[in-house]
């Protein structure tokens, strides 16, 4: 297996879990329960999918240096910074916020749904940032 191939795999968990949070907020929005749950039980299936492939990568490869300097680096130290402390956060709040959801305590879920959502797509989109950067806007030869 290439060190690349799981950061790729990873970046497309993320990037697919954006998409199905967006859609699932949609599908919520025009009274689609039905398509919600599906959206949202596969955000969740492919974030712990996710997570698995990530530890995998990390104990099989460790950490990828990042190549830049100048404001680059503090532009993506930024962005790892908040990925990582609200992907620790996303944690137990998708868990709590499925938990409600699949349960139908609609007002508790609602009530932490609209800081799980935000922070889950900010997760996932940043993650695929994250790829982007250390991976594809690495220049040749680094």
């Given amino acids: 297996m290439s060190p690349t191939t799981l950061p790729a795999l990873n970046a497309l968990l993320n990037l697919s879990a954006a998409i199905l949070l967006i859609t699932g907020h949609r599908m919520i929005k025009k009274g689609r329960i039905d398509l919600h749950r599906k959206c949202m039980i596969w955000t969740f299936a ?59 305590d609609d007002k ?16 996932s989109v940043t993650g695929v940032a994250i790829y982007v950067i250390l991976y594809q806007l690495k220049p040749a030869g680094m």
């Fill in 46 to 104: 492919l974030s712990c999918v996710f997570l698995a492939s990530y530890l995998t990568y990390h104990t099989l490869f460790g950490s990828q240096p990042f190549w830049g300097t100048g404001w680059l680096r503090t532009v993506y130290l930024i962005i790892l910074g908040t990925h990582s402390v609200s992907a620790a956060a996303i944690v137990p709040l998708a868990i709590i916020t499925l938990r409600r959801g699949l349960k139908r």
């Fill in 108 to 123: 508790r879920h609602r009530k932490i749904a609209k800081w799980t959502y935000p922070l889950w797509v900010y997760v």
